[in-house]
Each structure stands twice: as C-alpha cells, then as structure tokens.
C-alpha cells in the first residue's frame, strides 16, 4: 500500500471535561473512498471540523503524504487540499451558478482602469466542470443556484471543490435530504471524483450507499472506532448492526432466552417504576 494522502492517528477532542473523540486513527488515500459510517451522536461532525480545520485536535496527529500538518484554520486546510462539501451544498441560492462556483476567487477582466468580475469566464468554466460531472441538464452559467434540484447543488459544489484542487473532499451527508433518482446521481459523481485520484470521506449513515462507492470503511460509535474494513469483508446486515448496537441487542437477547429457559418460558419482570 503506498503512502496515506491523510493519516489520522491518536486522534481526540475533549470540550471542557466532555470527551468527544477517543483515539481516532485513520488512513485515506488517493483515488479511494473512505465512509465514514455512524449514527447521529457517534462523533462524525466533531471529526469533520478537526479535518476541516474548525477545531483542532485536543491530542494526537495528522499527516499529510508522510508529513505532519495542524490545521488551524479553515483557510489552512483548504491550502492543503482539505475540501469540505456540507449536506446543503455550501451554494448560494440567490447567486447565478458561474458566481457562486467562483464566489471569493473571482475571474476578473480589465475595464478601462478597472477590474471588473469576468461573468462569460466564469459561467464558462462552471458549466463545463458541472459537465465533467455528469450534470448535462445545465447549459447556462447565469441561472441562479435557487433553481438547481438539490443534487445538482452538490455537484456544483463538488465540481468547485474538485477545479480549485482539491485532494480530499470530504462530503457531510451529500444524499442525506436528497430522492432516490438524485441521490443515485450524486453517488455517480463520487465515483467521478475518485477516478480523478481524489481521496474522498463520504461521511453518512446511509449502509446502502456507503456499499455502493466504498472502498474503505469505518464506524464510529460514541467517538470511538468500533470496525475499520475492506470493502466486502462485512456485510450490510453485520454494517447496520454494528452502528445501531447489535451486539448489545444480541447479547439482551440471549440473556432473555436465557431466563426463559430456566423459568418455564416465562420472560423476566418488569421493574418497577
């Protein structure tokens, strides 16, 4: 295996004397997708902002192609090639899509003395890489974002991510509010960007589609790892018990069984209130 683009190792976070993260440590690299895989509270977000650079790590390290990085900022980890693409796209309704695909890094032409926003460029250069994405249906550069369904914000949001560089792109719940058809066609564009060699975390808890994109996997249980596998080394229905506490369930059980067993196929008591 070569070198990890981003290793995680020994990774925790503690808010005051709340621990959020337990010693997170992780490998993703280049041309692979890793999901990222737990229920709500498990420590998905908390990860995400440390990679992001919106917190940073309260102990442990993180690597960059064999090379120790701290993201202090946002602005760090983007210099970084760090990419995050949120649930919602990060898109500007009210922005023309080549305005919002270029929104603080704006192609400009001279006017006069002037420098003015390049808007034929930009529209330009956003249809043509929501294009390389599989997105068709847009061949106007000047439609405002409000319009666009909501997978064809995330690819936008993804195709601007993938133009400025990214070598990870980290997807927050990208089919989480999305329908059946576009959810489909947002885990199509994943598939683009890994063929691209980008390093993407497809963060969700969505088994399904995690199995269908996933190379790498792991699973986040109250801020701590619980599984770290391949792709085709677990099951879906060992995945889903696995994040819902099924072995806690199994174990409760065989416990009730077990009572059964030795008192006449009569189940334990309730307690008392």
Known sequence: MTTPL??????????????????????????????????????????????????QPTRGTMMM?????????????????ISTVHQFGGTFPLMSIGRSFFVGAEPTKRFGPFEVFDRKTANEIAVREMRELGITRIDDGNRLVGGLSGGERQALAIARAVHFGASVLILDEPTAALGVKEAAH??????????????????????????????????????????????????REEITDLMAGGEAMAELEAEIEGYMATHDGHPPPVAAA
């Open 186 to 235: 947002v885990l199509r564009i994943v598939l683009q960007a890994r063929k691209k060699g980008i390093a993407v975390i497809f963060i969700t808890h969505n088994v399904t589609h995690a199995m269908t994109v996933g190379d790498h996997f792991a699973v986040l249980i109250r801020g701590a790892k619980a599984a770290d596998f391949r792709k085709g080394e677990k099951t």
């Open 65 to 81: 192609n064999g090379q120790p990085v701290a993201f202090t900022s946002p602005r760090v980890a983007s210099d970084h090639g």
């Open 6 to 55: 981003l290793k995680l190792d020994g990774i925790n976070k503690s808010f005051g004397p709340v621990d959020v993260l337990h010693d997170i440590s992780l490998e993703v690299h280049a041309g692979e997708v890793l999901c990222l895989l737990g229920d709500n509270g498990a420590g998905k977000s908390t990860l995400i902002r440390i990679l992001s650079g919106v917190h």
